[in-house]
T-cell receptor, first 112, second 107 residues
Framework: KAGVTQTPRYLIKTRGQQVTLSCSPI?????VSWYQQTPGQGLQFLFE???????NKGNFPGRFSGRQFSNSRSEMNVSTLELGDSALYLC???????????FGEGSWLTVV | GIQVEQSPPDLILQEGANSTLRCNFS?????LQWFHQNPWGQLINLFY???GTKQNGRLSATTVATERYSLLYISSSQTTDSGVYFC?????????FGAGTRLTVKP
């Protein structure tokens, strides 16, 4: 079956702009989680959605937000972009409740 | 929050050698996973192992939850094993990653 699909794969934005990233989970998976990976901070958990509800949230400012649709697809949005938001943004899906998570290939965001 | 420490941070091996990667965590966990990140950034799940031992081909993992550590064993390493290995633990829905072990396998 198809894996986790993230779009776009690469994008460049200017400081102050906003960006929306999309994630389509593996069919049947209801949990979608988002992560940020940077050389300085490593891998960090952003938030998790399950059945359209945000279940958990990491320690990120309110500029980072997300949502999940009824078909389990998810989007994350970053507003008022800062240079430090340049990162690989990873989405993962799972059946939820402690099951194995499967990652997409990520979206590489560069803020200039 | 829970602290996760991985060791060693870097490891260089000759092809065919064996290795052991360690993940220590500071509190009890609901689950623990090992991932391999290839040079293109793709993270692949290796093991979901909150406790006990599992094996998959040349790789195996053991988690001793009572002593708060997990080990990933790689036997007969191949150049394709190169990349970064992360462990990730979850405690009460709080998920934390270790900083990773960067493995380089030389031919």
């Amino acid at each position: 079956k198809a894996g986790v699909t993230q779009t776009p794969r690469y994008l460049i934005k200017t400081r102050g702009q906003q960006v929306t990233l999309s994630c389509s989970p593996i069919s049947g998976h209801r949990s979608v989680s988002w992560y940020q990976q940077t050389p300085g901070q490593g891998l960090q958990f952003l938030f998790e959605y399950f059945s359209e509800t945000q279940r958990n949230k990491g320690n990120f400012p309110g500029r980072f937000s997300g949502r999940q649709f009824s078909n389990s697809r998810s989007e994350m949005n970053v507003s008022t972009l800062e240079l430090g938001d340049s990162a690989l943004y990873l989405c993962a899906s799972s059946l939820g409740n402690g099951n194995t998570i499967y990652f997409g290939e990520g979206s590489w965001l560069t803020v200039v | 929050g829970i602290q996760v420490e991985q060791s060693p941070p870097d490891l260089i091996l000759q092809e065919g050698a064996n290795s052991t990667l360690r993940c220590n965590f500071s509190d009890s966990v609901n689950n623990l996973q090992w991932f391999h990140q290839n040079p293109w950034g793709q993270l692949i799940n290796l093991f979901y192992i909150p406790s006990g031992t599992k094996q998959n081909g040349r790789l195996s993992a053991t988690t001793v939850a009572t002593e708060r550590y997990s080990l990933l064993y790689i036997s007969s390493s191949q150049t394709t094993d190169s990349g970064v290995y992360f462990c990730a633990v979850t405690n009460n829905n709080d998920m934390r990653f270790g900083a990773g072990t960067r493995l380089t396998v030389k031919p």
